[in-house]
């Protein structure tokens, strides 16, 4: 489909053993160096946690057996829009949860900073939340001490990744000149994924 090519070879980098977020950070940090070798300069590596997510989700009272669901919606944001997604969400939310939802989410040209400070007497009370912005905080704190420019990162609330293994930190990079080919590549932390073996 559109955006989407035959795969025919994956590197993966994987990191065990630590809930320290330096480690959530220098995946990032790897995931931008390799890019800028393989020499593409105009690069975006997007950050967010699935636990601010989850906050968001549990906050506008979307019970957990609908999480993922609503997850892949906000997943699809940049791809069918604010609209799709309402739509797509209406098919099993309500509309009190969904405007809910919509109201902690990021608003067009919002910054993080703003967001954070709009959202904050909501988050900051809500487990998740709480938890999901001091992941991020802490993670974004390494990155900026990588030595790496700072703007080829950016945190986006709205980065949920579709796989319902993630329990933390997630990740997407794009190239800015090719937007055609969507994320390059992506990942995240899966605490509890080794715990199905």
Do not use: H
Request: proline fraction near 2%.
């Amino acid at each position: 489909q559109k955006g989407r090519y035959r795969e025919f070879t994956q590197c993966d980098i994987d990191i065990a053993g630590t809930t320290n977020m330096a480690a959530d950070a220098e995946i990032a940090v790897i995931m931008a160096t390799v890019l800028l070798k393989l020499g593409f300069s105009r690069i975006e590596v997007r950050i967010n946690n699935r636990k601010l997510l989850n906050g968001m989700l549990e906050a506008a009272g979307i019970p957990e057996d609908l999480t993922m669901f609503a997850l892949r919606g906000v997943d699809k944001w940049f791809k069918i829009g604010a609209d799709g997604v309402r739509a797509e969400l209406s098919a099993k939310l309500g509309a009190a949860q969904i405007e809910k939802l919509f109201s902690l989410l990021p608003q067009p040209d919002e910054t993080f900073k703003a967001w954070t400070a709009r959202t904050e007497e909501v988050l900051s009370t809500n487990a998740f939340g709480k938890e999901g912005l001091e992941e991020l905080d802490a993670v974004m704190t390494y990155v900026r001490a990588s030595g790496l420019a700072e703007n080829l990162f950016r945190v986006d609330v709205l980065l949920a990744r579709g796989l319902d293994y993630y329990t933390g930190t997630i990740f997407e990079a794009s190239l800015l000149d090719k937007p055609e080919f969507g994320s390059v590549y992506g990942g995240g932390r899966y605490d509890k994924l080794i715990g199905q073996f």
